[in-house]
Structures are given as C-alpha cells and as structure tokens.
C-alpha cells in the first residue's frame, strides 16, 4: 500500500514493483547534483504486478494533483496504467497512442501529460553494444520474448524508416498470453511492418527454448519478461541453445538474472556476446529526467559519459 504525502520539494515519481532496490534511488541524488535539480528528490511507488485500475489513477491523480510533484517514470506496469488512466491525461503522445503505454508522465503549462519513452531509450541503448549494419552483415534474426511495451518499442525502433537496410531478416515475439500476442500483433499493423514478424504463443519456457534453436547464427535473444527481476526464474530452460555467435541481453540489471547465468554457460562454446540492462536503464531515465524537469541532457557525447559515470562511481561506491 502506497501512501501519498505531499511533496516538499521537486519530486519525480518511480512506478514500478521493487522500486526500493533500484539503483536510482543512490543514482539520481548524485545526476540532481550534477544537472543543477536543486532540491529535487525521487519517491517510489510499488504495485503487484497486473494491478487494480484503481490503484493506478490514485497514483496519477495525485502526481496530476500535487503542485511539487512533477511526473514519473513508469516501469512494469506501462500498459496496465494506460489502459486504466489514459482519459486522465490532457496529452498523449503519439508514440504513447499507437503503444498503448505510459512510461513517462509529466506537466507542462498546467498539462498533465502521458510519454512513451521506450522506443527511443531502448533503440539508444541497443544501437550502444550493436555496430552500425548489423542486422544487415549477418542476416540475423531478433527474438524478443515477452510482448510488453518493452518488445513494442524496440520493434518499433526495428521497423523505423531510418533503419532500411539494417533490419532483422525476422522478428520473433513470443508470449505466455494469447491477448498480448493479438494486442502486439494489432500494434504492428497500425506501425505499418516492414519486417517479418512472427507471433507465438509460449506459455512454458521449453516453448521459449525451441524458437531459440531455430534462429540463425548472430541471432539477437532478449529477455523482455521481468522474469529475473519482478518476478522469478527465466523465459528460458538450461537446456537452451543459444545461436552461435549470438547477441544475449537481458533488459534487466538487478535481481537474480538467471536469463544471463544460461547465456554466461554458453558463452565460449556458442561465442555469444552477452548484454545487461545497464546502458538501458541509463537511457531510460535520462529520457524521463529530461522531459519531467524540462532540461536537455545529450544521448551521447562526453556529458552522457559523464553522467554513466556518475552512475556506475555511485553504485559501485
């Protein structure tokens, strides 16, 4: 149970199921410092996964409500709280529309707002450890297990305009649920595909496992479950093969991270390069950073390296 207290100071919002143990809350006191956020501080706010509508427009409506609370990050629960408080908002952006998710909220001129930050820090955060052409060089394959925002903005950021040429040859999205296959598979017509998508139904992890072994070499598996985080154990078994000289990377960074363990078992036999969700979790909030308290903070460049810095002394400290 959360209890709403009002802000005394500029506060930004983390929305999500263990907010606690995030690195954020040693992170962002130390980026506030760095970017000049006199006085701002960061509150979180834990719900169970799949929360009550309820629960989730009392959160908006008192972020919308209080004069120092200036927005929030939304993780986990992106889809559930959009579909419950999307007539809350005065602007929704386009991103946020076609995804049907809220990962960012913010205020502007007496606005409350509704961001989907996902497709631009996920393809940031990808285009970080894959070299330009990839896709196009090795004619792999991208499988994203698990058909949250998270899948939907990096196929978002897979199927973009910009990317022609460097796409996967096929993307794979599978699900435990059939209502998110069809909600993504809706999602992709309304974007307009230009890659070959595969859509599967995969309500055990071994179902996980055998798309796995269909790939092709230099393939691209990504844990977008929270399997590992939010909730225990991995989408995949240990008798996983991963493709040979593929690309692992798990969207998270914290928790048990069993996902990356399989990965790690394999990667001298298999060759694999092997990814966490850091650099993801660095672009993700900066993104939020930026847009809640109206500063501009580079993608790249010697300031975004000093702030990834600032992140890793903290956390390491």
């Not at 000049?36 to 719900?47: P, S, T």
């Not at 999602?187 to 092709?216: C, F, W």
């Not at 977008?224 to 093969?241: C, F, I, M, W």
């Amino acid at each position: 149970m959360n209890f709403y207290a009002t802000a005394t100071r500029p506060t930004l919002y983390f929305i999500g199921v263990t907010t606690g143990k995030s690195s954020i809350m040693k992170v962002f006191p130390a980026w506030a410092d760095h970017l000049g956020l006199k006085d701002a501080g960061i509150r979180g706010i834990d719900f169970p996964l799949h929360a009550e509508p309820e629960a989730y427009r009392k959160a908006v409506a008192f972020i919308r409500d209080d004069p120092m609370s200036l927005g929030a990050l939304v993780t986990t629960h992106k889809i559930d709280l959009f579909n419950a408080c999307k007539d809350m908002f005065d602007e929704i952006d386009p991103n946020a529309r076609l995804m049907d998710e809220t990962s960012c909220i913010s205020k502007r001129d007496g606005k409350l707002i509704c961001h989907a930050k996902d497709p631009i820090s996920s393809g940031l955060a990808m285009d970080a450890f894959l070299p330009d052409g990839y896709f196009e060089r090795t004619g792999a394959d991208l499988f994203s297990i698990g058909a949250g925002g998270s899948t939907i903005a990096l196929t978002w950021h897979m199927m973009h305009k910009r990317r022609a040429g460097d796409r996967p040859s096929r993307i794979i999205v599978s699900n435990r649920s059939q209502h998110r296959i069809e909600e993504i598979r809706r999602i992709h017509n309304a974007m307009g595909r230009t890659v070959p998508v595969e859509y599967v139904l995969a309500p055990q992890p071994s179902d996980n496992d055998a798309i796995v072994a269909g790939l092709k070499p230099g393939s691209v598996v990504i844990n977008a479950t929270g399997l590992g985080k939010d909730a225990p154990g991995s989408p995949l078994t240990n008798a996983v093969v991963f493709p040979e000289n593929g690309v692992a990377w798990d969207l998270n960074y914290r928790g048990e991270l069993i996902f990356l363990d399989q990965a790690r078992a394999q990667e001298k036999a298999r060759n694999l390069q092997i990814e966490d969700g850091w650099v993801y979790f660095i672009h993700g909030w900066t993104e939020v950073i930026a847009e809640v308290f109206h500063i501009d903070i580079p993608q790249r460049g010697p300031e975004f390296d000093a702030i990834s810095k600032i992140a890793i002394d903290v956390t390491k400290g």
